[in-house]
RNA sequence: CGGGGCGUGGCGCAGUUGGUAGCGCGCUUGCUUUGGGAGCAAGAAGCCCCCAGUUCGAGUCUGGGCGCCCCGACCA
């Protein structure tokens, strides 16, 4: 991507003051900087430098799939309704999708997502073991509408994804398939230059064996993660782990005591003078439109994701107070299984074999005390249902975990054959049965990725762009006029690292020194080259590097020759090339 | 979808008891300046988010919309 310019023709309009709706330093720095424009909540428009970075970011991407053996293809944003209809996410998919219809009044989606194209087309065209392993990948515009757009670019209805999904003969292959792309991943962060940790994360209903997110750390993430010091355990907070010590309590007859409008789990053990882990909290959901009972002790909070893995279903809601009311004969605050028939129980682990407990009477103002759960509760399955907390031992090691708000970065998945059933994708094995398809997605938001690298490389004067994604790789600043010596010798460098290949931006805009620095340092580029009448005097000019304030002198011929050394080490984290 | 905040030149904001709009930055022109966002002078630029109402008169008061931001719910 090779490229140069001069400032005065350049539209980049940076902004000296910070814009009002930024909370985030990378929102703030992208807009000041000139990056992007915003037309509405969650969409965004790239202006000249911040589509170069993100061409940059997809270079990247791009090299280290097709590295990994994938295939690029571009698939269209607009799909019919009937792809949809045939695997059920036309109605599951709900406001989130973007709909619209076409002249003829036929029903169209904007795609959220790609799974349903790229399955129709593997069903199409793939017929034997022969043509497997396959890789598709793609860099597409995804539309979601979400409810809530933030945080600038991070949550938006429409962003760049690239997204790969492979297809196996066998889970053998998926596994193979899914190791390069975690490999890949590796990779492509890497050379990013940003710091990040993957994590076992949620597979929710789509089945397989699992999935992995890549995670940077911080505080405006939208996903806590789990993370172990000690032995690298690490897990989104929708599938962590953790030990926490149970206390135990004496058994005792099953008694129903008085407890008067005291409906929450502070109120009780307050009133009952026991501990809230004393108490479980039982909590109705309606799976699949029949009630099942989750249960966790009183100070914890039950995990929804761990809840819906253990039921198998992601059709589940809270059941409503008037359900409550039907099913158990009491209303919210007083109700538990103890005593009630036909209403499946799971609990968490850490209540299996717990004696002398307290929760809910099924009559109004009333709790049992005494609960004895192998005695006085029908428990389908113990499960772990608990969310993990800060401080709680790592299931791996004990030490204690950290949990920690990231962002999410990529996400790699072994779908299985959710898709491939669904939509008949199947091939002829080997031994001439038909099969469906081993599927794995893998995904990465590339706007989020490009602000998470600002988020995670600037300082007060504004970005600070690693080498590997800049837009430019040197900036020099002509200090003087036309017709100076500054400007002829700027001229002859501006050349000169054109021809070393470089990615050049000549300031030759008519304005002051400070100005131009201030203009530099926010925009970020990694390199500046000063040429000024003060160090042509003594026959120097000055480069000065972004990320730390290095300064050499040297000899406007000498300039080439240095930039390379400075950027040799730095430009390809992995040594390639 | 709940809670909170905000809509006034391109950007950031002020606008008193209701009397027909102002500041800083930016922009245009000229002069002076020129190593960390220069100074002076002269300009241009506003459907005060929209609609209805109250009033002699609404940026300001009332009602209803719409948009944007933040917190939460949600997030294949």
Not at 347 to 353: I, N, Y
Not at 490 to 518: C, H, I, M, N
Not at 544 to 561: A, C, H, I, S, T
Request: aromatic share 8%.
């Amino acid at each position: 991507m090779r490229c140069h310019l001069r400032w005065s023709k350049a539209f980049i309009p940076t902004l000296k003051e910070d814009p009002a709706e930024a909370e985030m330093q990378s929102h703030r720095l992208m807009l000041r900087s000139g990056m992007v424009r915003q037309l509405a909540a969650g969409v965004y428009e790239y202006l000249p430098l911040g589509w170069r970075v993100l061409l940059k970011v997809m270079q990247i991407v791009r090299e280290e799939m097709n590295r990994a053996g994938a295939q690029e293809v571009f698939l269209p944003a607009l799909s019919p309704a009937e792809i949809w209809q045939e695997t059920g996410r036309w109605d599951d998919f709900g406001d989130e999708m973007f709909r619209l219809k076409d002249r003829k009044k036929r029903d169209y989606a904007l795609c959220p997502t790609h799974e349903e194209i790229i399955t129709d087309l593997a069903r199409a065209k793939v017929r034997s073991y022969r043509d497997l392993p396959q890789n598709w990948y793609q860099m597409q515009v995804k539309f979601r509408d979400e409810p809530r757009p933030r945080s600038g670019v991070l949550r938006v209805r429409h962003f760049i994804m690239k997204d790969a999904y492979s297809l196996d003969r066998d889970q053998a292959g998926l596994d193979a398939s899914y190791q390069a792309m975690y490999d890949a991943y590796h990779r492509i962060f890497t050379r990013c230059g940003l710091k990040f940790f993957v994590v076992g994360a949620s597979s929710g209903l789509m089945g397989g064996s699992g999935s992995q997110e890549f995670m940077v750390a911080s505080p405006s993430g939208e996903d806590s993660c789990a993370v172990c010091p000690g032995c690298g355990y690490a897990a989104n907070l929708e599938v962590a782990r953790s030990m926490r010590k149970v206390p135990s309590y004496p058994g005792d007859q099953l008694t129903e005591v008085a407890t008067p409008e005291k409906r929450t789990i502070e109120e009780v053990a307050y009133f009952l003078r026991v501990p809230a882990s004393r108490l479980f909290k039982s909590l109705l959901y309606m799976v699949e439109d029949r009630p099942v009972f989750a249960l966790v002790r009183g100070d914890d909070e039950l995990n929804e994701p761990k809840f819906q893995a253990a039921v198998g279903s992601g059709n589940f809601r809270p059941a409503t107070p008037e359900e409550v009311l039907r099913i158990t004969g009491a209303p919210v605050g007083f109700i538990s299984p103890v005593g009630l028939e036909g209403v499946r129980v799971l609990a968490d682990r850490s209540l299996q074999g717990a004696e002398g407990m307290v929760s809910g009477a099924n009559r109004d103002h009333a709790h049992y005390a005494g609960i004895s759960l192998e005695r006085d509760v029908r428990v389908e399955k113990y499960v772990d249902l608990r969310m993990a907390r800060q401080g709680e031992a790592c299931p791996e090691c004990g030490r204690p975990l950290d949990v920690t708000p990231a962002i999410e970065l990529g996400h790699i998945f072994k779908l299985g054959t959710k898709y491939s059933q669904a939509l008949k994708a199947n091939f002829v094995d080997e031994d001439g049965t038909e099969k469906p398809l081993i599927m794995g997605s893998y995904g990465i938001g590339i706007e989020r990725l490009a602000a998470c690298i600002i988020e995670q490389s600037h300082d007060q004067s504004g970005i600070v762009w690693p080498l590997a994604v800049a837009p430019y790789q040197v900036v020099i600043s002509q200090l003087g006029g036309p017709g100076t010596e500054a400007a002829k010798v700027s001229a002859q460098l501006y050349q000169e690292l054109q021809d070393a290949r470089y990615e050049v931006l000549l300031d030759d805009r008519d304005e002051r020194p400070g100005f131009k620095f201030k203009d530099a340092d926010l925009v970020g580029v990694p390199i500046r080259v000063n040429v000024g009448e003060k160090g042509l005097k003594e026959g120097l000019v000055e480069i000065k590097l972004r990320k730390d304030g290095q300064l050499f002198k040297v000899r406007p011929e000498e300039v080439r020759r240095k930039v390379q050394e400075l950027t040799s080490v730095e430009m390809w984290p992995l040594k390639q090339q």
